[in-house]
C-alpha cells in the first residue's frame, strides 16, 4: 500500500460545479497535512494547510480526520483557473515530506 | 518570504555531459533540502534528502554517485548529474523550508527542465 494515496481522477466539472478531492495516508504518526497544485510542467505551489478543526480559504476548505487518516479539499464555484493537479502532502516533524501521486482537475467552459 | 530560487531553469545538453542544479534559499536559512524528479504526467518522486554539513540520504534505487548532491552552505544544495544519457531527461526540483520550522510546508524551487539529446 502506497504511504498516500488519492482519487485517480481526472476530475472534469463544469464552471460553477463544487469537487472533492481525497487522500488517505498510511502513517499514522504524521503530523501535518498540505494540498499543492501543480500547473503542467510548474513546479507544485502551496494551497493551504489542513489543520485539525478544518480550515477554510475562500473557496477551498480542507478537513482532516486523524481517526480515519483521510483528508479532504473541496473547491466550490469551480473557476477555469483551478485547472491543474491537486496534490496531497503528509510529514512528519518536516523529516519526510511525502507525495500523493495527485489528481488531475479539468474546470471546462 | 520563504523563496527558493532553482537554476537554471532549462538545460539542453549532449549525452556524456555532467549537469549542475542550484538551489538557493534566498530569505532563509535551510539546514534540510530535498530533491525531487518528474517525468511527464507522473507524480513527484523524492530522489534524496540535502543536508548541510553531512551526506545526503538517497532514496531507494537512486545512485548516489549518478546524482551528486553537495549541500555546502545554509542556504545552497546542488545536484549534479554525472555523464547524463537520454532517460535522465526530466523535471528536477528542490525545496525546503526554513530551519527549525517544524511542520511548515515546503517551498519548492522553478525547477529545472533537463533535455539530454
Known amino acids: 500500500r502506497k504511504e498516500v494515496e488519492q482519487d485517480p481522477g481526472p476530475f472534469n466539472v463544469p464552471e460553477g460545479a463544487t469537487v472533492a478531492f481525497n487522500c488517505t495516508y498510511s502513517?499514522?504518526?504524521?503530523?501535518?497535512f498540505f494540498w499543492y497544485r501543480q500547473d503542467c510542467r510548474k513546479e507544485p505551489k502551496l494551497l493551504m494547510s489542513?489543520?485539525?478543526s478544518g480550515n477554510e480559504d475562500g473557496r477551498f476548505t480542507a478537513q482532516l480526520n486523524r481517526a480515519s487518516q483521510y483528508i479532504s479539499l473541496l473547491i466550490r464555484d469551480s473557476k477555469l483557473s483551478d485547472s491543474a493537479t491537486y496534490l496531497c502532502?503528509?510529514?512528519?516533524?518536516?523529516?519526510?515530506?511525502?507525495f500523493g501521486p495527485g489528481t488531475r482537475l479539468s474546470v471546462l467552459p | 518570504g520563504a523563496v527558493v530560487s532553482q537554476h537554471p531553469s532549462w538545460v539542453i545538453c549532449k549525452s556524456g555531459t555532467s549537469v549542475k542544479i542550484e538551489c538557493r534559499s534566498l530569505?532563509?536559512?535551510?539546514?534540510?533540502m530535498f530533491w525531487y524528479r518528474q517525468f511527464p504526467k507522473q507524480s513527484l518522486m523524492l530522489m534524496a534528502t540535502?543536508?548541510?554539513?553531512?551526506?545526503?540520504?538517497?532514496e531507494q534505487g537512486v545512485e548516489k554517485d549518478k546524482f551528486l548532491i553537495n549541500h555546502a552552505s545554509l542556504t545552497l544544495s546542488t545536484l549534479t548529474v554525472t555523464s547524463a544519457h537520454p532517460e535522465d531527461s526530466s523535471f528536477y526540483i528542490c525545496?525546503?523550508?526554513?530551519?527549525?520550522?517544524?511542520?511548515?510546508?515546503?517551498?519548492f524551487g522553478d525547477g529545472t527542465r533537463l533535455s539530454i539529446l
Open positions: 525545496s525546503a523550508s526554513p530551519t527549525g520550522a517544524g511542520n511548515q510546508p515546503q517551498h
Open positions: 502513517n499514522s504518526a504524521s503530523q501535518s
Open positions: 489542513v489543520y485539525s
Open positions: 502532502v503528509v510529514t512528519n516533524y518536516g523529516q519526510n515530506f511525502v
Open positions: 530569505d532563509f536559512q535551510a539546514t534540510t
Open positions: 540535502s543536508n548541510e554539513g553531512s551526506k545526503a540520504t538517497y
